[in-house]
């Protein structure tokens, strides 16, 4: 007598973080090999500057003169190791969750898309003209803004100092990153005090995110629905 053994389901290989973290890192490290007067030309010439796209008297010629592409290439670009590790560190906490859920070409179009639209929020925010945005932080932020629709339930690690000892407490996602959200907001205005920081690239990224996943959440519900022959 033979049974047939049903085959277990693999798991697709999660790949779209990992690669997003190794590229980051080459990016920041080719262009620390750099002389400084070639880091600088390749932040201007590859950075978002205000006024390039929003200022344009002609978008479509502003699009053709490689405007756009400005707004993606900047995510690739920080300006020091602290920016890059602050960035990547948040990248795996929140990216790989929602890799795991959403799969790794959905996060993939998440980072780039989220990213874009963060520095063209930035960008208009600025209204000044030539001033550089670069950095994942806005990709970054949109990841956090998924994180929160897909799992609003999930608890996040945080270690608080009580006098001489560390104590590791599990604080509620929305809790947390809604206190994260209203700083974002509140040093939108008041920002400038704190440093050359794109708070509004922050904002942008985390509404695209939230509303991105709550979308591909949907569609893949609708099709696990159709597999299953509901």
Known sequence: MFVAIPPREKTPPRWATPLLFAILWLCFTVIA???ESGQRRLLLDWGALSGTL??????????????ALRLFS?????????????????????????????????????????????????????GTPDRLVIGASGAVS??????????PGAKLGVVVPLGLF?????????LLIGV?????????????????????????????????????????????RRKRGY
């Not at 949109?142 to 799992?151: E, K, N, W």
């Open 33 to 35: 090999l750099m002389p």
């Open 54 to 67: 929003v200022s344009a008297a002609d978008w479509w010629q502003s699009l053709r003169n490689g405007d």
């Open 74 to 126: 900047a995510l690739f670009l920080h300006a020091d190791w602290a920016h890059l590790l602050g960035n990547l560190v948040f990248l795996l906490i929140f990216g790989l969750p929602a890799e795991r859920a959403m799969g790794s070409r959905r996060v993939l179009v998440l980072f780039l898309l989220g990213g874009a639209f963060a520095n063209l929020a930035a960008v208009i925010a600025i």
């Open 142 to 151: 949109a990841m956090i803004g998924a994180y929160l629709a897909l799992f």
């Open 166 to 174: 560390l104590q590791f407490v599990k604080v509620p996602a929305p």
């Open 180 to 224: 994260w959200a209203l700083l974002q907001l509140v040093f939108t205005f008041i920002g400038p005090s704190f440093g050359a920081v794109a708070w509004s690239a922050h904002l942008a990224g985390f509404a695209f995110g939230g509303a991105f996943a709550l979308v591909a959440r949907a569609g893949i519900a609708r099709r696990l």
